[in-house]
């Protein structure tokens, strides 16, 4: 079955980096696009960048522009998300997102918090 698995969370100072990472398996990896979102608590979720099978890539939170870079490794079914020069207002559960048949499949999410 179709598995995301993130990793790479935690809680960093503003200013910091984290590298989020997410684990692909049950489809083919290479043919498909891959998204991360974000969802701050007590707030919608929120498309953060994308992926395109290829490698074409966009950041589309405006927040996010400038700060984040998202790519993908496809021999070894993996998404990333490089975010540097984080801040306050990056503290979410991050998730990886992929679409199959129409149908969303979800991460568990990985938890991302920035404070003093």
């Known amino acids: 079955q179709v598995q995301l698995v993130e990793s790479g969370g935690g809680l960093v100072r503003p200013g910091g980096s984290l590298r989020l990472s997410c684990t692909a398996s049950g489809f083919t990896f290479t043919t498909h696009a891959m998204r991360w979102y974000r969802q701050a608590q007590g707030k919608e979720r929120e498309l953060v960048a994308v992926?395109?099978?290829?490698?074409?890539?966009?950041i589309v939170a405006d927040s996010a522009k400038g700060r984040f870079i998202v790519f993908r490794d496809d021999d070894k079914n993996t998404l990333y998300l490089q975010m540097n020069n984080l801040k306050p207002d990056d503290t979410a559960a991050y998730y990886c997102?992929?679409?199959?048949?129409?149908?969303?499949?979800w991460g568990q999410g990985t938890q991302v918090t920035v404070s003093s």
């Open positions: 997102n992929t679409v199959l048949n129409a149908l969303d499949y």
């Open positions: 992926v395109y099978s290829g490698g074409g890539a966009l």
